[in-house]
């Protein structure tokens, strides 16, 4: 969020302010409580920053499901210091509150994981099912789809939150994303294979590049 203030508006700018306004006022408020008027008032005052916090990051170009996680875990955090705090009184929590402390982990409303939750849950799998070669900065040859020649691309990225894996090519552009569990199939049935020459491939391209250079 400060990052995309800071680019597309400068540090002069109104929009820079409300951002370090807002970075500001969480400094404070994830701070430990110590009074009961403090309990009220960020009890008050914690799904107005949560909300500011959405829109600002709603400007961004960041994966929605990243902001998504952001924005949950703040709004559990906020709830948490609350729930936890000795100036936690019952009746002080209103009804919408308990409901979302049942994403707390370990909170005794805890009853079932959410969607998101399922869903990273499922991409670590997928990534723990993948061959042991299988990781950054390894050649491959690449299944691309029938009637499409096979690409030699190197592994660049496992994008851990949804189990997907980026191929780029020799100049590190990137090429193709493919999931965990559909190339760990396409190496099981040999569609895609890796590249056991990966050292010899890496230096026979650095010699044409090289002579290509000189060339010119």
Sequence with gaps: ??????????????????????????????????????????????MGIVNTAKELLGETKQNKEKVYMAINNLKNTYIKILADSEYYEETDIPENVHDTLDSIPGSDTDKAPSPMDVKIESARKKIENLPEHVKPGTWFEIYTGDNHPIRRLKLSVIIQED??????????IKVLEKDAD?????LATDKSRLLDDHSVFDHALSQVINSISASK
């Design 182 to 186: 559909e190339f760990s199939h396409e």
């Design 163 to 172: 189990a997907r894996l980026v191929f780029v090519d020799r100049l590190g």
């Design 1 to 46: 969020m400060m990052f995309h203030r800071y680019i597309n508006y400068g540090k002069n700018s109104e929009q820079w302010n409300e951002a370090t306004d807002l970075l500001n006022l969480m400094i404070q408020t994830l701070r430990p409580l110590s009074s009961k008027e403090e309990w009220i008032s960020l009890q008050n005052l914690y």
